[in-house]
Nanobody, 114 residues
Framework: QVQLVESGGGLVQAGGSLRLSCAASGSIFSINAMGWYRQAPGKQRELVASITNGGSTNYADSLKGRFTISRDNAKNTVYLQMNSLKAEDTAVYYC????????WGQGTQVTVSS
């Protein structure tokens, strides 16, 4: 069984930056794609970005240019650098190992004050 532990969330002013981290541990044999989703109050969970173990990335169109996903395969860790944050970025951010049976982290709160 694989566990995901997210960190790096918090409160930031609009225009600021945050870097989220997600470390995978446990019965890790091979992890292909990992990603970040977010869920704002009253809204559905949505894809933020994903990255394969080869480094191919995919972003929500609305976030391109402000958010950057990266990963360290040796550390089984994925990162999300978020710049120029806006109030509408406020949400719980979830790390996920993508696949037929996704594994989700517990989520980390990001709050952007305007």
């Amino acid at each position: 069984q694989v566990q995901l532990v997210e960190s790096g969330g918090g409160l930031v002013q609009a225009g600021g930056s945050l870097r989220l981290s997600c470390a995978a541990s446990g019965s890790i044999f091979s992890i292909n794609a990992m990603g970040w989703y977010r869920q704002a109050p009253g809204k559905q969970r949505e894809l933020v970005a994903s990255i394969t173990n080869g480094g191919s990335t995919n972003y929500a169109d609305s976030l391109k240019g402000r958010f950057t996903i990266s990963r360290d395969n040796a550390k089984n860790t994925v990162y999300l650098q978020m710049n120029s944050l806006k109030a509408e970025d406020t949400a719980v951010y979830y790390c996920v190992i993508l696949g037929r049976f996704p594994t989700w982290g517990q989520g980390t709160q990001v709050t952007v004050s305007s």
